[in-house]
């Protein structure tokens, strides 16, 4: 498989694959910003959604956990915008989108929303990093690559 090299094709070869396939994609982009994140009941939930195993009761649980952060991250956002907070907030929406059932999913797609979640989390906490050199379009590259690398393997 060549490489993708944009938007239009990324979510393309997205909306082709399986649910098993979306969900583990999602897993690979949240996991590439889940630092960004210090709630740690995401590390739970991620262990769940990286389980091809887990059942549909683990999986609804994880998504109650994942949409509790949101909230919770959201709050603590608040009117004066802290960035990591906005970055944590946007990890917890790409979980959410990790673990929903590709049926209740969004436009595009678990793994399409866990990557767009991604790419603003990357971009808020480089607001936040002055001493940081990458730019937005980093993290797209590396999902470019996260994905033909998937496909490869």
């Not at 393309?12 to 709630?39: G, I, M, Y």
């Not at 959604?49 to 998504?63: P, Q, S, V």
């Not at 808020?124 to 937005?136: E, F, G, K, P, R």
Request: hydrophobic share 40%; glycine share 4%.
């Amino acid at each position: 498989m060549s490489e993708t090299c944009n938007d239009k094709e990324f979510r393309a070869t997205l909306a082709s694959l399986n649910p098993l396939q979306q969900r583990e994609l999602a897993v690979l982009f949240v996991n590439h910003v889940l630092p960004l994140c210090t709630d740690k009941r995401l590390d739970r939930v991620m262990k769940t959604a990286a389980d091809a195993e887990a059942t549909e009761e683990e999986l609804a649980a994880a998504l109650k956990t994942a949409h509790a952060v949101t909230f919770d991250s959201h709050a603590r956002c608040g009117a004066e915008g802290h960035w990591a907070d906005q970055a944590g907030y946007f990890v917890a929406r790409a979980t959410v989108a990790a673990v929903t059932p590709i049926a209740q999913s969004r436009v595009g797609g678990p793994a399409w929303q866990a990557a767009m979640s991604a790419r603003m989390a990357h971009t808020t906490n480089l607001i936040d990093d002055v001493t940081n050199t990458q730019s937005a379009h980093t993290e797209c590259e590396w999902q470019y690559r996260a994905l033909s690398e998937y496909l490869n393997a």
